[in-house]
T-cell receptor, first 113, second 115 residues
Framework: KNQVEQSPQSLIILEGKNCTLQ??????????LRWYKQDTGRGPVSLTI?????NTKSNGRYTATLDADTKQSSLHITASQLSDSASYIC????????????FGKGTKLSVKP | GAVVSQHPSWVICKSGTSVKIECRSL??????MFWYRQFPKQSLMLMAT?????????EQGVEKDKFLINHASLTLSTLTVTSAHPEDSSFYIC???????????FGSGTRLTVV
């Protein structure tokens, strides 16, 4: 069964600190893995898209890693800001021209001053 | 590039009425559009997939007669919630995919409240 599991479910950190969010995926056939940021009441915004051959990809203070062998991904946020408070969603995409997106339930991050 | 505009951002309607939500791709041709529903603290749930000019494919458990999807052009898809009931209150999000890349671009979502 295709599924994406994220941990932790929620996380509270102080402004300026770093944090790492985890994602385990079982998607077959596998095309790519994406991380999205979703602010409350808004649509998801893409942070990174990684194929199985990519180990690391950065987007500003966001760095995603992918281990295709263990089927794990992480999203590392450096020097957190208050505006980083949001839900972070890990999404696996299946193979084929219209491969389905398999959504994780997200990690709700709260950055406190 | 790759902007998807979704309107309205929120709507309140009376039970029994119909509501139309629009999703437009502003700077690309969206060959495929997806409609999702998201309940509080839950992940996005795919409702249906539509290809331009074709009938939408609905996920199991989604009533096609209640959630009417039209994708008549490469830049516009609409979702109409017919005879809305309070249990239809939710956050509806569209996403679009074009020919040229593998990105799914999401709209900003529509908060529907049925009273």
């Amino acid at each position: 069964k295709n599924q994406v599991e994220q941990s932790p479910q929620s996380l509270i950190i102080l402004e300026g600190k770093n944090c790492t969010l985890q994602c385990n995926y079982t998607v077959s056939p596998f095309s790519n893995l994406r991380w999205y940021k979703q602010d409350t009441g808004r649509g998801p915004v893409s942070l990174t898209i990684m194929t199985f051959s990519e180990n690391t990809k950065s987007n500003g203070r966001y760095t995603a890693t992918l281990d295709a062998d263990t089927k794990q991904s992480s999203l590392h946020i450096t020097a957190s800001q208050l505006s980083d408070s949001a839900s972070y969603i890990c999404v696996g995409r299946g193979g084929g021209s219209q491969g389905n997106l398999i959504f994780g339930k997200g990690t709700k991050l709260s950055v406190k001053p | 590039g790759a902007v998807v505009s979704q309107h309205p951002s929120w709507v309140i309607c009376k039970s029994g009425t119909s509501v139309k939500i629009e999703c437009r791709s502003l700077d690309f041709q969206a060959t495929t559009m997806f409609w999702y529903r998201q309940f509080p603290k839950q992940s996005l749930m795919l409702m249906a997939t539509s290809n331009e000019g074709s009938k939408a494919t609905y996920e199991q458990g989604v009533e096609k007669d209640k959630f009417l999807i039209n994708h008549a052009s490469l830049t516009l898809s609409t979702l109409t919630v017919t005879s809305a009931h309070p249990e239809d209150s939710s956050f509806y999000i569209c996403s679009a995919m074009g020919h040229a890349w593998d990105g799914y671009t999401f709209g900003s979502g529509t908060r529907l409240t049925v009273v």
